[in-house]
Every structure is written in C-alpha cells, then in structure tokens.
C-alpha cells in the first residue's frame, strides 16, 4: 500500500514541531523519501518519515539525525500574526508579470495597470514617471523590516531592491523591443508612420506590434503559445482582428484584409523571435524568475515560522525573555 503524504502543516500537526522546522529538515534532506509539487513551491512528507522522527511519549524532548530538540511553549499574538501576514502580502507581491503583459500598449507617466489571468496575484504596483523611468512600488513595513534584519533574513531586504530595479530593467527593455523605431526597422514601408497613433480606426492598432514582440518572446522562451487569432464584425461592419481575444490587433474593411493581417502578424512574431533584443528580453527574464523564486522561499520561511522571529519596537524588550 501507498505510503500515506503530509504536507508542511500537517506534518508539523502531527510530529509536534513547528513549520519552520519541518521545512528546513525537508531542505536539509533530513525527511528521506520529502519531495515538491506545484512547480516546486510546495513540499510532501510521507508517513515513513515522520514515523522516524523518534517522538518521545511525553513529547518534551525530540531526536533527529542526532540532535536533541527541546520543545518550547508557542503562544500566538496579534502582533506576530501581523507580521506574517505581511510576510505573506509580499510573496503575492513579488511576482512577475505575464509576457503578454509585460509589453504595455499605453507607455505614458502614470500607473501601470494588467489584469493577469493565473491566479489573481497582488501584482507590485508599477509606475511610469514623467522622464519615463520606472519604479516598482514595494516598501517593506518598518516593523516587518525589524524582525527580518534582527531574525537571520536580512538578505532578503537586499534582494527585494535587487528584484524591483531589475523589474523595471526587464519591463524597460520589452518596451523599447516593441518601440518604433525599432519596428521601423523590421517592417518599414509596410505600416504608416501613424499607425500606432491610431485607436478604434481602421488599421493597425497599438497591440499589433506589442502583442507580435510579446508572442516572439513565447517562442524564444520555449513556451507554448497560443495560436488563436479571432476575426469577428463590430457593429460598424468593420472587422476585428484580435489575437487570443486579448483586444484588437488590426481593424480591417474586408475579411480577406484582416486574413492578410493575421498572415502579416505571424510573420512578424517569427521574425523578432530570433533576434538578439529576443534573446536578451529571455536571458534577463528568466535571471529574474530565479531571483523571484528565491525570495519567495524565504519569505515563505518566516511566513510558516510558529514564532516569528527577530524583534521591533513593539515586541516585548530582550531583557524580559526567557
């Protein structure tokens, strides 16, 4: 028969340590046989392991791998609570953004607003300044602050600066991929000088270029990418070219001219794909998902810690604990 899984929290439940502790061990390789689901995010414990943990009957006392662990009393607070529940508005925070929605149609001073269709995340609130320059704007709370730098994560204040400057890095580089003058380039004497300044018209519409730059990244990437592209009429007869029904790509008189479109679109997405701006967008993006995912794993380590760690001014002074 199967041997019976845990997962972090319920492992914990029932050898009688802390999350913080089960997890570290299942880092460490200390729980034979603990591996990770969902795109690694989330560990598995099986029954055997937890059977080794070697639980004394009055459960004071614990061994592991050699180490006596001696049980302390965990009582919750608000305050501790707070703090990890910050923990966690964070790691919802510190994420990146889809490709298709990392190429922003309208580049003007003023938030930048994307509706991502994964998991409802709490994207960072992103803002583009009057001289265009970017800024991710993500404060860690002073508290939260105090009992990471006092708690033995530290690290990941720096990390966090480092994520948002290179955030704005990636998102800058995806626009000037998809500005015109390079477009010009790729396709001049094809598209008008005007035809991004055009909205709701017939021709060429600003998501033309983003969505090829950001479909040309799919594919440098290796994802798969959806291949939809729909044609419908609006209620001006006109046709509506749009791809995977994310908004118009091209507003066209005839059926057969937004065909040619399409064809035209398809031809672009190849063509960015292999360019070196393509690769550069790929290599920076994906030292960003790793520096994403590192991060989430240590806030998500002091998120699951029973007793949150470090100190602020509002916990209890030093001197008083025992």
Known sequence: MDDKVYTIKD??????????QIRQWCIDGKLTGAYKIAEG?????????????????????????????????????THKQEMRE?????INEISLPEIQNSFIVDWKPGPIEYVDSR???????????????????????????SHLETGGFS???????????????????CHDFSSLPMRKVKVQAKFPDDAVERNEKVGYQKAFFTSACADAIEIAIGNVRESGYWRQ??????????RCGKGSIYIANTESEANERQCEHQGLVAGFSETKEAKEIVKVRQDLELITEKIRERLQT????QCAC?????CPPLTARP
Not at 11 to 20: D, G, H, I, L, P
């Open 119 to 145: 998991d409802h995340r709490l994207f960072p609130p992103i803002r583009i300044a009057e001289n265009e320059t970017i800024s991710v704007d993500i404060a860690i709370e002073g508290n939260l602050r």
């Open 11 to 20: 492992a914990a439940q029932k050898a009688n340590y802390s999350e913080r």
């Open 302 to 305: 002091f998120r699951d810690m």
């Open 233 to 242: 009429i609006n209620a001006y007869s006109l046709w509506n070219l749009t």
């Open 155 to 173: 690290d990941v204040i720096g990390e966090i600066d480092n994520w948002k400057s290179g955030l704005g890095q990636y998102l800058r580089k």
């Open 41 to 77: 995010r989330k560990w598995l414990i099986p029954e055997s392991a937890l059977a080794a943990l070697n639980v004394s009957s009055q459960g004071q006392q614990k061994a592991i791998a050699g180490e006596i662990v001696k049980q302390v009393p965990y009582l919750e607070t």
């Open 86 to 90: 910050l923990a966690g508005k964070l």
């Open 310 to 314: 470090g100190h602020c001014e509002l």
